[in-house]
């Protein structure tokens, strides 16, 4: 299906001129060689392109990339080979950099033998084409010998950046660029098809993609810019041990894909990995997706809402867009009047392709299809189940596996087999995987508070994402949800009702050292004495949150009672000793039963949320009262 539905997208970018003509590759060009007609290098010049990059502080930067010049396809064979207008420095200029120093020799002789290769196989393919351009070119290659150019000057001044870049040549004085020379393209693509025909010839089967009966490829060409592979690329087809062979099939003719299809799949892949809105990092996995549609803003509404991608989409866009579609959700609309405007069909295909390179394969870690209307229906009912606050808040993919990481870890990446559960929970609106629940719990209850490495045990995406499992769980459980967006003082769930108490009774003690603080300055201020001895509290170095939270959220049976017997002492001390007696009466009487002995996994969970939100109500307070003060004033 995969290959099927990359080969019919192939189908709509060629149709808008988007892939590259049969034959030809893109490749990453640095320097721009200038060369005399008589061979000689008449300058080396940067030929990068500058892209300017906004960091996330609101600076911009400026950056330096290869541009991308379009050559004759390159080679993908191992070991020694030569393409047709060769860009690779070893083999131009057969010199390796070493030590601050151009040689001619090392361990291997590689320069050497590649210099030679290159030589044989360019001077033979430009036998006979007499331009300006190419006649420089065949002069470079007759007369550069390596040994003599060790100190070249042009060179030298490249230094170390020289190994790992591309080069192009020009003949100075013009603009006539080697790669784009017409006689020598011409000369490339009657080479390409005559060996195509050769190399067609070979094997003869029905292609499992098209059902035609069709060349098969042999080998299957390679991809590029996914994460963690190789420089050179990675196959996603590929047989190599005898185990895998069938028939007496030998490598990917075990497939039975033809080389047009190959092709197709191919140029497809590398075209989506090389794209700003196709492709995103999700951890280790590199994220592929595209809409069978000529129209690309499916794919940046979709690079934006799940990726916080912000290149083609701006972050108000963003919340505005997340906001329309949530109460389209709520509504059973499928389609904002942002997609209408963009004449959006609700009823294209999306696809979304999660690939991981191994060694020098690819592995599919997940492959998703449905109608572009469907997925945007849940991704807008995944982030409605995220939201802790009235104002909308779009978290990301990449928000998500943050928090499911410890900040103490060296390791900073989560198991891909979750990652692909819980975005298919996202596309599909299935059930989150219960593991996402428990690593999530886990870490509120474990992780601490620490202002200067800026980690919190709690934070408005761990809330969003226990809220958001608990919801959905009951929801396609035909149940009724118990978990609203802000503070629920109707919610008479126990571990709710827990988890209230304790944010009351840790603010009840922040407050009490507060009003102990300013006692304690207050008569420092009045008495100068410095003999006499502190009556009243220093300022908190630790809470109840540090000490009991955990144990709290798992057994509130075992640790409420020493808590209220802690907050006698509190309420002495405090501001508003009325105000916090008032609310701990009002959830006390609200738990009918007691305090739970145990609390399970999910009720743990709703422990975490009453905690979060009540919390949350006293900042709104306080903003709240300040409000009221300065309409006052």
């Given at each position: 299906?995969?290959?099927?539905?990359?080969?019919?997208?192939?189908?709509?970018?060629?149709?808008?001129?988007?892939?590259?003509?049969?034959?030809?590759?893109?490749?990453?060009?640095?320097?721009?060689?200038?060369?005399?007609?008589?061979?000689?290098?008449?300058?080396?010049?940067?030929?990068?392109?500058?892209?300017?990059?906004?960091?996330k502080?609101?600076?911009?930067?400026?950056?330096?990339?290869?541009?991308?010049?379009?050559?004759?396809?390159?080679?993908?064979?191992?070991?020694?080979?030569?393409?047709?207008?060769?860009?690779?420095?070893?083999?131009?200029?057969?010199?390796?950099?070493?030590?601050?120093?151009?040689?001619?020799?090392?361990?291997?002789?590689?320069?050497e033998?590649?210099?030679?290769?290159?030589?044989?196989?360019?001077?033979?393919?430009?036998?006979?084409?007499?331009?300006?351009?190419?006649?420089?070119?065949?002069?470079?290659?007759?007369?550069?010998?390596?040994?003599?150019?060790?100190?070249?000057?042009?060179?030298?001044?490249?230094?170390?950046?020289?190994?790992?870049?591309?080069?192009?040549?020009?003949?100075?004085?013009?603009?006539?660029?080697?790669h784009?020379?017409?006689?020598?393209?011409?000369?490339?693509?009657?080479?390409?098809s005559?060996?195509?025909?050769?190399t067609?010839?070979?094997?003869?089967?029905?292609?499992?993609?098209?059902?035609?009966?069709?060349?098969?490829?042999?080998v299957?060409?390679?991809?590029?810019?996914?994460?963690?592979?190789?420089?050179?690329g990675?196959?996603?087809v590929?047989?190599k041990?005898?185990?895998?062979?069938?028939?007496?099939?030998?490598?990917?003719?075990?497939?039975?894909?033809?080389?047009?299809?190959m092709?197709?799949?191919?140029?497809?892949?590398?075209?989506?990995?090389?794209?700003?809105?196709?492709?995103?990092?999700?951890?280790?996995?590199?994220?592929?997706?595209?809409?069978?549609?000529?129209?690309?803003?499916?794919?940046?509404?979709?690079?934006?809402?799940?990726?916080?991608?912000?290149?083609?989409?701006?972050?108000?866009?963003?919340?505005?867009?997340?906001?329309?579609?949530?109460?389209?959700?709520?509504?059973?609309?499928?389609?904002?009047?942002?997609?209408?405007?963009?004449?959006?069909?609700?009823?294209?295909?999306?696809?979304?392709?999660?690939?991981?390179?191994?060694?020098?394969?690819i592995?599919?870690?997940?492959?998703?299809?449905?109608?572009?209307?469907?997925?945007?229906?849940?991704?807008?009912?995944?982030?409605?189940?995220?939201?802790?606050?009235?104002?909308?808040?779009?978290?990301?993919?990449?928000?998500?596996?943050?928090?499911?990481?410890?900040?103490?870890?060296?390791?900073?990446?989560?198991?891909?087999?979750?990652?692909?559960?819980?975005?298919?929970?996202?596309?599909?609106?299935?059930?989150?995987p219960?593991?996402?629940?428990?690593?999530?719990?886990?870490?509120?209850?474990?992780?601490?508070?620490?202002?200067?490495?800026?980690?919190?045990?709690?934070?408005?995406?761990?809330?969003?994402?226990?809220?958001?499992?608990?919801?959905r769980?009951?929801?396609?459980?035909?149940?009724?949800?118990?978990?609203?967006?802000?503070?629920?003082?109707?919610?008479k769930?126990?571990?709710?009702?827990?988890?209230?108490?304790?944010?009351?009774?840790?603010?009840?003690?922040?407050?009490?050292?507060?009003?102990?603080?300013?006692?304690?300055?207050?008569?420092?201020?009045?008495?100068?004495?410095?003999?006499?001895?502190?009556?009243?509290?220093?300022?908190?170095?630790?809470?109840?949150?540090?000490?009991?939270?955990?144990?709290?959220?798992?057994?509130?049976?075992?640790?409420?009672?020493?808590?209220?017997?802690?907050?006698?002492?509190?309420?002495?001390?405090?501001?508003?000793?009325?105000?916090?007696?008032?609310?701990?009466?009002?959830?006390?009487?609200?738990?009918?039963?007691?305090?739970?002995?145990?609390?399970?996994?999910v009720?743990?969970?709703?422990?975490?949320?009453?905690?979060?939100?009540?919390?949350?109500?006293?900042?709104?307070?306080?903003?709240?009262?300040k409000?009221?003060?300065?309409?006052?004033?």
């Amino acid at each position: 299906m995969l290959i099927q539905a990359l080969n019919d997208y192939y189908d709509i970018l060629s149709g808008q001129g988007k892939l590259l003509p049969d034959g030809f590759s893109n490749v990453d060009i640095h320097y721009l060689v200038y060369l005399n007609p008589d061979g000689t290098i008449d300058g080396i010049i940067d030929w990068q392109e500058t892209e300017e990059i906004k960091s996330k502080n609101g600076k911009v930067k400026e950056i330096k990339k290869a541009r991308k010049e379009v050559m004759p396809q390159r080679t993908e064979k191992p070991g020694i080979d030569s393409n047709f207008i060769e860009h690779r420095p070893l083999y131009l200029f057969g010199l390796n950099y070493q030590d601050g120093e151009f040689k001619t020799t090392d361990s291997t002789n590689k320069a050497e033998k590649s210099h030679k290769i290159f030589k044989d196989v360019n001077l033979e393919f430009i036998e006979g084409i007499d331009t300006p351009v190419v006649n420089a070119y065949r002069n470079f290659i007759q007369n550069w010998e390596p040994g003599n150019e060790t100190g070249n000057v042009y060179l030298s001044g490249i230094g170390k950046k020289y190994g790992t870049s591309g080069y192009a040549f020009c003949l100075s004085g013009t603009v006539d660029l080697l790669h784009k020379d017409k006689e020598l393209n011409e000369r490339w693509l009657s080479r390409f098809s005559s060996n195509k025909e050769v190399t067609d010839g070979a094997v003869i089967a029905q292609c499992a993609v098209t059902g035609e009966n069709m060349p098969i490829a042999r080998v299957h060409s390679k991809i590029k810019g996914i994460f963690g592979a190789t420089a050179m690329g990675s196959v996603l087809v590929s047989f190599k041990h005898s185990s895998e062979e069938s028939y007496g099939n030998k490598q990917s003719y075990n497939s039975n894909i033809s080389e047009k299809a190959m092709e197709k799949y191919t140029k497809v892949l590398n075209y989506i990995s090389s794209s700003k809105n196709q492709k995103s990092q999700l951890d280790d996995i590199t994220v592929f997706y595209w809409a069978m549609s000529r129209n690309e803003k499916c794919n940046d509404i979709m690079s934006a809402l799940l990726f916080d991608n912000r290149d083609t989409i701006g972050i108000d866009e963003i919340e505005g867009m997340m906001k329309s579609l949530i109460q389209d959700a709520r509504e059973g609309n499928i389609l904002s009047g942002r997609m209408k405007e963009e004449d959006i069909d609700p009823d294209v295909n999306f696809y979304i392709l999660g690939i991981k390179p191994n060694v020098s394969r690819i592995a599919m870690k997940f492959f998703y299809r449905r109608r572009f209307g469907e997925i945007l229906l849940n991704i807008a009912r995944h982030q409605d189940d995220l939201q802790v606050s009235e104002k909308v808040h779009t978290i990301s993919m990449w928000q998500i596996k943050k928090e499911l990481v410890s900040p103490k870890s060296n390791i900073d990446t989560v198991d891909p087999a979750l990652m692909a559960k819980i975005f298919e929970a996202v596309i599909y609106g299935t059930r989150y995987p219960r593991f996402l629940l428990a690593t999530v719990v886990r870490r509120v209850k474990t992780d601490t508070d620490d202002e200067k490495k800026k980690n919190v045990k709690l934070n408005r995406v761990r809330a969003g994402i226990i809220k958001a499992y608990i919801n959905r769980e009951a929801r396609l459980s035909n149940k009724k949800e118990e978990l609203s967006v802000a503070l629920d003082k109707e919610n008479k769930t126990p571990a709710y009702l827990c988890g209230r108490l304790f944010a009351v009774l840790e603010d009840l003690q922040q407050d009490s050292a507060r009003k102990s603080k300013e006692s304690r300055e207050s008569e420092e201020k009045e008495v100068q004495d410095e003999s006499k001895p502190n009556v009243y509290e220093k300022p908190l170095n630790r809470t109840i949150k540090d000490a009991y939270f955990s144990s709290a959220a798992s057994k509130p049976a075992t640790i409420f009672p020493k808590l209220l017997k802690l907050a006698q002492n509190h309420l002495r001390k405090s501001n508003r000793p009325g105000f916090y007696n008032k609310l701990v009466q009002e959830i006390i009487d609200n738990l009918e039963g007691g305090f739970p002995d145990i609390l399970s996994l999910v009720e743990q969970g709703k422990f975490i949320i009453g905690y979060y939100q009540q919390y949350q109500s006293f900042f709104l307070y306080i903003d709240n009262k300040k409000d009221k003060d300065k309409e006052d004033n």
